[in-house]
């Protein structure tokens, strides 16, 4: 069973920039991806990255690209969102998932998730 555990999310001002982690445990038999999603009230979950665990080959959603990254520590199984530029609609739930094989921008297709964590950006 893969366990996943988000850290790092808080109260930032507009601007700045804040470093999400996922540790990953639980047993891996064949390769994976790993993927970071947002969920604001009332909205469906929405995805931001992914990345395939072994290659590091990653996708960004638009509002991501050019001010988020993610990234992995193959050696502490953990997962990462840099983020970056932060502005008041980066603001929500965050949630790290799961899935066996490559990376996929639909929430349906990943099998395990954290709890989330949140950020919140005031302006």
């Known amino acids: 069973q893969v366990q996943l555990a988000e850290s790092g999310g808080g109260l930032v001002q507009a601007g700045e920039s804040l470093k999400l982690a996922c540790a990953r445990s639980g047993p891996i038999y064949r390769p994976y991806a790993m993927a970071w999603f947002r969920q604001t009230p009332g909205n469906e979950r929405e995805w931001v990255a992914a990345?395939?665990?072994?290659?590091?080959?990653?996708e960004y959603a638009g509002s991501a690209k050019g001010r988020f990254t993610i990234s992995r520590d193959n050696a502490k199984n953990i997962l990462y969102l840099e983020m970056t530029t932060l502005r008041s609609e980066d603001t929500a739930v965050y949630y790290c998932?799961?899935?066996?094989?490559?990376?996929?921008?639909?929430?349906?297709?990943?099998?395990?998730w954290g709890r989330g964590t949140q950020v919140t950006v005031s302006t």
């Open positions: 990345i395939n665990w072994n290659s590091g080959y990653s």
């Open positions: 998932a799961f899935k066996w094989g490559t990376l996929d921008i639909n929430k349906s297709e990943y099998s395990y």
